[in-house]
């Protein structure tokens, strides 16, 4: 049985750390299947297309887990969330959570991410380690890891 | 004549008509008054008569009785001589009856000389026939004179009566009719007012006019003073309005000023932190690439630390320049255009070179203009450069075109693509801080149109922008004035 590694998708506008997350991933010793988006417009394209995705990555789809940045063109962070909480209702994607990752700290952005019951940790960029990073992504997809492995 | 001197008038015709006819009244009592004393006068020398009829028939002669009627009869001229006043006098004169003093005087010296008599024949100086004679002539002349004295006294006071009664009837009348009229133009001119007070706005255009000629004295006072309160009553209410006004509109724009400030702070600070964090990330790396011994890998991040660096180095520039937009410098000279875009080509090129788009740009001014170059070198290179970054890889030939001219009173700039274009959706935001509309391609720090727009404020112009897939086009007009 060859293991199969559990899909995730970023979701940043900015190249540098998008880099940097799946370099600290890759620190963690997380195996991953890693997607990347650039913005939620196209992060949410990604997860409407279920039907054909499933068909293109039988293993790495759809992700169970989205490391979402807020500041973003088009769709940003808070937007997607909204789209997102709608699409979870359609789609079988109900068991994919969210992690914030974003540089932004303010109070009431805060409050209104943490509201959607999916989102289940907020990192904030540059502030956190490798191991850091293993811990909280374990905490989330501990029982997933069980299940690919 | 105002209010108060025809009320004055009114109060003095009514005491005349009151102080006449109580004269009057006087007056006939007076008449009566002498009636009664001519009546007395009779009736004591009737009493004397009596005492002379009892000397005649032989009786003994009583003294003191014919001395004291004699007193009484005296004692009636008198009265009438001090009842009668200098008016009075006047009056007999005029009428003819002032005889009635000669026979009250008469009266009394006869009276005199009778008791003059009596005291004779007391003493025995007089006999008792002569006695008796002169009480007789005596007698006769009293009754000769109250008989007199009726005639003058009747016409005295019928002429008092017939004079002033027909004088009190006429000033009633007067007053009475006086009196309502003057009561009547009182009420009248008070009913105009009221009026003209109470009339609807639009009929009376000049108020202030028709006040002026419809009223006088008091109401006119009154009026004036009226109306200088309302004035001012509503001139304070008009300040206090505008005040309040200007409190709101001040208080909306120090909000408005304080949000702006707000949302660029969290936007500056967000985009200053995030090349810094990224940078801190990649260092990090770097010292665990290059003690892994994967120098390639630490290089290549080397970069990317260094570009960001160069884009934190820009946004810091552009946000002091921002900073700088707003206050005036009095650096001002006549700016050569031609020097200032050869200046900018070799600042742009980096993004000049591999690009494809054409750039074109004419000066055709008439005047040479005069400012501060800085600006106008900042308005035309964040516009140009847009144009270059925003190109369209579609199109045969894309071009940048910039139009440098000024027509009579106004400067113009125009910036001319057939890039990628701005979506509708967006277009109002295009001025706005830390805006990109192109994720892919952007590399600035989306302060850039902001900091023309302040530039272009600076100077008292206007930008405005037209945009579709076609291309975009952005004009600026500057008032000459300002930049001479």
Avoid at chain 2, 358 to 365: A, D, P, S, Y
Avoid at chain 2, 440 to 451: I, V
């Amino acid at each position: 049985m060859t293991k199969i590694k559990p899909p995730i998708l970023i979701v940043d506008d900015n190249e540098v750390d998008r880099y940097i997350l799946k370099r600290l991933i890759k620190e963690a010793k997380l195996d991953l299947t890693i997607f990347e988006k650039k913005d939620g417009q196209e992060a949410l394209e990604f997860l409407e297309n279920y039907e054909s995705n499933r068909i293109k990555y039988p293993d790495g789809f759809p992700p169970i887990l989205i490391f979402l940045d807020i500041n973003m063109p088009k769709v940003n962070g808070i937007q997607f969330l909204e789209k997102f909480s709608k699409l979870r209702k359609m789609i079988e994607i109900s068991s994919c959570v969210v992690m914030m990752f974003s540089s932004s700290e303010r109070e009431e952005e805060k409050k209104i991410i943490m509201s959607h019951d999916f989102v289940k940790g907020y990192l904030v960029k540059g502030s956190f380690q490798a191991a850091e990073l293993k811990e909280k992504v374990m905490a989330v997809i501990g029982q997933h890891l069980d299940k690919y492995s | 004549m105002n209010i108060s001197r025809k009320l004055m008038l009114i109060v003095i015709l009514t005491a005349a008509e009151v102080s006449i006819t109580v004269y009057s009244a006087f007056e006939i009592a007076k008449g009566a008054k002498f009636h009664q004393l001519n009546f007395l006068h009779l009736k004591y020398t009737h009493q004397l008569t009596k005492s002379v009829k009892k000397i005649e028939n032989d009786l003994p002669i009583d003294i003191n009785t014919i001395e004291s009627d004699i007193l009484l009869i005296r004692q009636q001229p008198i009265d009438c001589i001090e009842e009668i006043n200098p008016l009075n006098y006047a009056v007999m004169k005029f009428i003819n009856t002032e005889q009635t003093l000669t026979i009250c005087e008469k009266d009394i010296e006869i009276a005199d000389k009778t008791l003059l008599s009596v005291t004779q024949y007391e003493k025995g100086e007089l006999s008792r026939a002569d006695f008796l004679l002169n009480l007789n002539v005596a007698l006769v002349s009293f009754n000769k004179h109250s008989e007199m004295f009726e005639e003058p006294i009747r016409k005295t006071v019928s002429f008092i009566l017939m004079t002033l009664i027909p004088l009190v009837i006429v000033i009633s009348f007067f007053n009475i009719i006086f009196i309502s009229y003057l009561s009547r133009t009182i009420s009248s001119s008070i009913r105009n007012l009221t009026l003209l007070l109470s009339s609807k706005p639009e009929s009376n255009i000049n108020l202030d006019d028709e006040l002026d000629i419809k009223t006088s004295g008091e109401l006119k006072a009154l009026v004036i003073a009226a109306r200088q309160r309302i004035k001012n009553d509503l001139l304070n209410i008009e300040n206090s309005i505008e005040l309040k006004e200007i409190i709101n509109s001040q208080t909306a724009s120090l909000q408005q000023a304080n949000d702006e400030l707000a949302q660029f702070a969290y936007r500056a600070s967000h985009d200053l932190k995030s090349p810094l964090s990224g940078a801190k990330s990649l260092a990090h790396f770097v010292i665990e690439d290059i003690k892994a011994g994967d120098t390639e890998e630490a290089s290549r991040n080397a970069l990317v630390i260094y570009q960001q660096m160069e884009k934190l180095e820009t946004l810091v520039v552009d946000i002091l320049l921002l900073a700088k937009a707003e206050i005036g410098s009095e650096d001002r000279y006549v700016i050569d255009f031609n020097q200032l875009i050869i200046d900018m080509k070799e600042r742009l090129t980096w993004l000049m070179k591999d690009n494809p788009c054409k750039l074109e740009t004419t000066i055709n001014l008439s005047v040479p203009i005069k400012s501060e170059k800085a600006r106008f070198a900042q308005i035309i290179e964040n516009l140009i450069s847009n144009g270059l970054k925003y190109y369209d890889r579609n199109k045969d030939s894309p071009y940048v075109r910039c139009n440098i001219f000024n027509e009579q009173e106004t400067f113009f700039i125009t910036v001319t693509d057939n890039g990628m274009g701005i979506p509708q959706k967006h277009q109002g935001e295009v001025f706005d801080m830390f805006k990109r509309f192109h994720a892919q391609t952007s590399t600035g720090s989306g302060l850039g149109m902001a900091l023309v727009k302040k530039h272009i404020e600076y100077l008292n112009g206007e930008i405005s922008l037209q945009s579709s897939d076609k291309g975009t086009t952005f004009k600026i007009v500057i008032p000459l004035d300002k930049l001479i």
